[in-house]
């Protein structure tokens, strides 16, 4: 499976004040992940980040080329991506990107379907796996469960128990 360049991270859902920032509803890990990125793209269209700050859940950023609030205003809904080649992710971490549509393992059935997707839940992440059927298997993403990820073997390893 091929790799994505540039990963959507966020969505701009407002204009900050009146000279031209832009907030940024991050769809990363945390806001303070954006925050450190210098360049963010818009469609293919890169823009140098002036400066940034975390704002409660968002990002609050200044954008090259985007100089007041009707600017600003242009780019409202619009979504917000980085490049992966500027992402540095600690060891044994990995983009959700890259695992999805990665086959699915039980320990003791062997293959149960593939990754669809991975909800956001309040309690941690949940992932989602359908198998040919379309059934769905939810799977809670703590290590009781989750037993392996490897994006570069291009599988998932879980411990599932009866029900699941």
Not at 108 to 115: A, D, M, N, Q, S
């Amino acid at each position: 499976m091929e790799k994505k360049q540039f990963l959507e991270s966020g969505k701009i859902v407002n204009t900050h004040g009146i000279k031209g920032e832009v907030k940024i509803q991050p769809w990363c890990d945390s806001p303070e992940f954006l925050k450190k990125f210098k360049t963010l793209y818009i469609g293919q269209t890169p823009y140098k980040v002036l400066s940034s700050r975390v704002h409660k859940d968002c990002v609050i950023a200044l954008l090259e080329g985007i100089n007041d609030v009707n600017e600003a205003m242009k780019l409202k809904n619009k979504i917000v991506s980085i490049n992966r080649d500027d992402a540095k992710l600690p060891k044994g971490s990995w983009f959700i990107q890259d695992i999805l549509g990665l086959p699915v393992y039980d320990e003791v059935r062997g293959e149960i379907g593939t990754l669809k997707e991975v909800l956001d839940m309040p309690a941690g992440d949940l992932y989602v796996v359908v198998n040919e059927k379309g059934e769905e298997h939810m799977i809670p993403g703590v290590p009781e469960f989750l037993k392996e990820i490897d994006p570069e073997a291009g599988r998932i390893t879980v411990a599932l128990i009866e029900g699941m």
